[in-house]
């Protein structure tokens, strides 16, 4: 027997509860592993208050992400003992996640945790550190150098948007930070953003052309917001998009594309093959600072995480939520 949150639908409504599972209700998976961390994000908030339908098979243990130590092993990849990260995967929506104190899933799910880094590490970076590295090593793949000019993050006080603080920060970019909550200013400059926008500068519907100020930008809200990011860039510039905090919808003009050749790079995490996966993690390992994570991230128990939920849903948390299952 091991603990869970266990998602189940009752008619339309999604339905949460803490409970004791049983190992043979498992998925099938060469890989069993005890989850010693997960985390709460974005989707699985969604997930566990039901407002979107991400869960497409039920019940469900919701969380996209966790890292622990591996139990079993059917491959040769793994052994036990190892220690593993996953993100994605349609893990917690199509497959059960992470949010629970054992998992099993194929091999090709997991990748080895580099070695600085502790579990507890691998899951205060989480999908939102690995996402925000996924985004600026697309610019830096497309050329964006730090010396070109200003690097916009919006929704900056969430997880990605923290993350890409840091890590473009590190590595010599001056980056403006647009976020909701102006009294977390100096925290994202400790972080080390240049300068904090309000984002309604960004949020309402704006003109298709506007003045060109970004190299470049990671944007983790989409919408409207992502059209003005969009219409704001520079002759050239690259614009990532990794996030609907938003919304889905892109209500947007062509102007910025065939008249400023802006180029605007989907940021998957999900599906990402393994070496770029590993790439990314690697990457993570040696350039965010510990200190760093600590002041991204907070813990929480699994008994809490229903009603952090609906609470990250509201706005009403900052960084990362860490979930201790062990």
């Not at 969604?46 to 497409?56: D, M």
């Not at 039920?58 to 190892?82: R, Y």
């Not at 390992?285 to 609906?310: G, M, N, P």
Request: aromatic share 6%.
């Amino acid at each position: 027997m091991f603990k869970g949150l266990l998602l189940e639908l009752d008619g339309k409504k999604t339905t949460a509860r803490l409970t004791e599972l049983q190992e043979d209700q498992l998925p099938n998976g060469e890989v069993t592993v005890a989850v010693e961390y997960s985390t709460l994000n974005y989707k699985d908030c969604l997930a566990i208050t039901g407002r979107s339908p991400v869960v497409r098979s039920w019940p469900m243990v919701p969380g996209i992400d966790f890292a622990g130590t591996v139990l079993e092993s059917a491959s040769d990849q793994f052994k036990a003992g190892d220690k593993v990260v996953l993100n994605g995967w349609g893990v917690g929506e199509t497959r059960w996640g992470g949010l629970a104190q054992k998992a099993r899933v194929p091999a090709s799910f997991l990748i080895r945790l580099p070695d600085v880094l502790s579990p507890r590490d691998a899951m205060a970076i989480g999908t939102a550190g690995y996402t925000a590295m996924l985004a600026v090593q697309a610019l830096e793949r497309n050329g964006v150098q730090p010396d070109a000019g200003e690097i916009l993050v919006t929704g900056a006080n969430g997880g990605v948007g923290s993350f890409a603080i840091a890590i473009l920060a590190k590595r010599g970019y001056r980056v403006v930070a647009s976020t909701g909550r102006p009294e977390e200013a100096e925290r994202l400059k400790a972080l080390g953003a240049g300068e904090v926008i309000d984002r309604r500068t960004l949020s309402e519907p704006g003109k298709p052309l506007q003045k060109e100020r970004w190299v470049g930008a990671v944007d983790c809200v989409g919408s409207h917001t992502l059209v003005n990011v969009c219409a704001s860039t520079k002759y050239g510039g690259i614009v990532t998009a990794c996030g609907l905090a938003q919304g889905m919808d892109f209500p947007a003009s062509v102007a910025p594309f065939i008249l400023r050749g802006v180029t605007l790079i989907g940021v998957d995490s999900v599906m990402l093959p393994a070496p770029k996966r590993q790439a990314a993690w690697d990457a993570l390992a040696k350039e965010v600072a510990l200190d760093t994570i600590s002041s991204i991230a907070r813990d929480i128990s699994l008994e809490e995480v229903e009603s952090t939920a609906h609470e990250l849903l509201e706005g009403k948390v900052k960084g990362r939520v860490v979930v201790a299952l062990s």
